[in-house]
């Protein structure tokens, strides 16, 4: 299946009804009583109204829905004169539905109210279809207010198994379509997944997020698909390896999403012992494997088969083409405590979603009462394609080792993050400081006062594509990155060297209590690391979600 699916091209509309008169004082819309302007509504879309005031005045914008916040107007406020407001779509109109919002424009105490109506929509009757291992005829069946040939339909990814029984979709009624697909049978023991984005077109095809209305997500059983009847194995843990340098670091590793029978057949341990050999693949950690202990704690889940009930971990994945994914910290955390004598504070977790879905996201904790930082990390990933998949290891290494070990910063920009605000810089360079996180990142161009200007001027470090190149933490401006590409970009090709002296660090102060120097480290690299080895990955991933930072209330566990 091509990954446009279907393509029609629409107008979409965002509907302005002025509700002025013209006895308002102090202002005057250049618009007739009733008048409505029409805008396309994707994220970014926007027009002008036009107005004059005989003194001072301000704008604001009021939503139907308070936590629904889609429409922004600027500039708020100015002086007495002819003024020009632009109102802007910051949210595509994903309600399956009409939605809201009421422009005030206040000049002394005259107040002038615009209804502002967003009524173009795409409704779907489900937007999650589960599918059985045989496969079969489907339809997703869906309503809009927009004429046909004025949007599209895209798929989440090329697969062979679904095929297109129409070209186009099918109308059904006046405002009611349905795509007809023909699911292939599932040979593979893992469920699987597909989503389908019903966009506004045309679409940016490098960014298609702003431009997505509905999205609906087939998930098809595997060979292997069930539900458990069995919970004897719930809890137990399985130690898979020792420490035999340091205090000892614990990595737990569990699974959400597997059934009794994956358990007892040894696919669950299978998992596990592939995630522990991926994550020791690239430098530096795979030199100090010996600082850890590593734990199996087996989970017990009511249902293989993400979206048709409750898993044990509670784990959920975003929804359009977002990477994040996540679950029950709370949760995650009793499980973890099921290792005996565990220091929660000081573990590493990884939880495996039972799931090819292309997903990763790295939790951080920090204590509000005193504002500690907290070693405990949650990494959440999916088995993407299959255990032996290049993609599953990337995934793992970059979520658990670069961000949950290393704490790093992502290096990647997103098209749409232009520019990184002036509060963001704040927040994460107040966290370097305080916490000694990000260090891979910074927010000056200065090659003699970046982070890590000291490689920079370093010969023994000459060859290695270090520099300072613009774009990181999402943003394509505005913050600075060691290197072009490495595993915390496109997830090749392995760590540049600030990452890696990050890395060692830290499992040096987790594991001896102490912090080596720059020389230190340099000794250890120049000793150790071999480049060649770091080019496994040669073609870059898509990236994932960024690390999210939460702010505990009270001390872990309590």
Not at 115 to 138: A, F, H, P
Not at 161 to 182: G, K, P
Not at 356 to 371: E, P
Not at 500 to 528: C, H, M, S, V, W
Request: proline letters at 4%.
């Amino acid at each position: 299946m091509k990954n446009k699916t279907f393509l029609w091209s629409l107008l979409l509309g965002l509907l302005f009804v002025y509700s002025c008169s013209d006895d308002t004082p102090g202002l005057s819309v250049d618009l007739p009583e009733g008048a409505s302007v029409v805008l396309e509504a994707q994220s970014g879309a926007d027009s002008q109204l036009s107005f004059h005031a005989s003194q001072a005045w301000t704008s604001k914008v009021e939503t139907s829905d308070d936590d629904d916040v889609w429409l922004q107007v600027s500039p708020a406020s100015g002086e007495a004169g002819d003024h020009k407001l632009t109102l802007s779509v910051i949210s595509p109109n994903d309600t399956g539905g009409e939605r809201t919002a009421t422009l005030t424009l206040m000049s002394g105490d005259s107040p002038l109210q615009i209804t502002v109506r967003q009524e173009e929509y795409i409704r779907l009757d489900e937007t999650t279809y589960q599918v059985s291992k045989e496969g079969g005829d489907l339809d997703i069946n869906f309503h809009t207010t927009i004429a046909q040939g004025d949007f599209g339909v895209y798929s989440s990814a090329n697969v062979d198994w679904i095929t297109d029984r129409n070209a186009t979709a099918t109308r059904v009624a006046e405002s009611s379509f349905h795509i007809s697909l023909r699911v292939a049978p599932n040979e593979g023991n893992q469920s699987r997944s597909i989503t389908y984005y019903f966009v506004k077109e045309p679409i940016d095809k490098t960014n298609l997020n702003p431009y997505i209305l509905a999205t609906a997500t087939l998930v098809q059983a595997g060979q292997n698909s069930g539900t458990s009847e069995d919970y004897g194995e719930d809890g137990k843990v399985v130690v898979l390896q020792e420490h035999t340098v340091g205090d000892g670091i614990p990595l737990v590793l569990m699974g959400d999403g597997f059934i009794d029978t994956e358990i007892e057949s040894g696919y669950y341990e299978e998992v596990m012992d592939k995630a522990v050999e991926n994550l020791f693949t690239e430098y530096p950690i795979s030199e100090m494997r010996d600082y850890f202990d590593i734990y199996c704690v087996k989970v017990v889940s009511s249902t293989n088969v993400f979206g048709t009930g409750e898993t044990a971990l509670g784990c959920w994945m975003d929804s359009g083409t977002s990477t994040t994914v996540g679950g029950d910290h709370t949760t995650v955390q009793d499980y973890v405590k099921k290792v005996e004598g565990i220091d929660l504070e000081n573990t590493q977790v990884v939880v495996i979603l039972n799931s090819d879905a292309y997903k990763g996201s790295n939790y951080f904790f920090w204590y509000d009462g005193n504002n500690t930082p907290l070693d405990f990390c949650i990494a959440y990933f999916s088995v993407i394609g299959n255990l032996e998949s290049e993609d599953f290891r990337r995934v793992l290494v970059h979520e658990t080792v670069g961000h949950g070990i290393g704490k790093l910063q992502d290096e990647y920009a997103y098209e749409e993050n232009p520019v990184i605000p002036d509060d963001e810089i704040t927040q994460l360079r107040q966290q370097q400081e305080d916490f000694g996180w990000w260090l891979n990142v910074d927010f000056t161009d200065d090659p003699q006062e970046v982070l890590w200007s000291d490689f920079l001027s370093d010969t023994r470090y000459e060859g290695q594509g270090l520099g300072v190149f613009e774009g990181g933490a999402t943003y394509l401006s505005g913050v600075w990155r060691p290197t072009k590409e490495s595993m915390m970009n496109g997830n090749t090709p392995g760590f540049n060297a600030p990452s890696r002296r990050a890395i060692y660090t830290n499992i040096i102060k987790r594991g001896e209590g102490r912090t080596p120097d720059l020389e230190e480290f340099i000794d250890f690299d120049q000793r150790t690391y071999v480049a060649s080895t770091q080019t496994r990955a040669a073609t870059p991933s898509r990236p994932f979600a960024r690390p999210q930072v939460v702010r505990l209330d009270r001390p872990l566990g309590e």
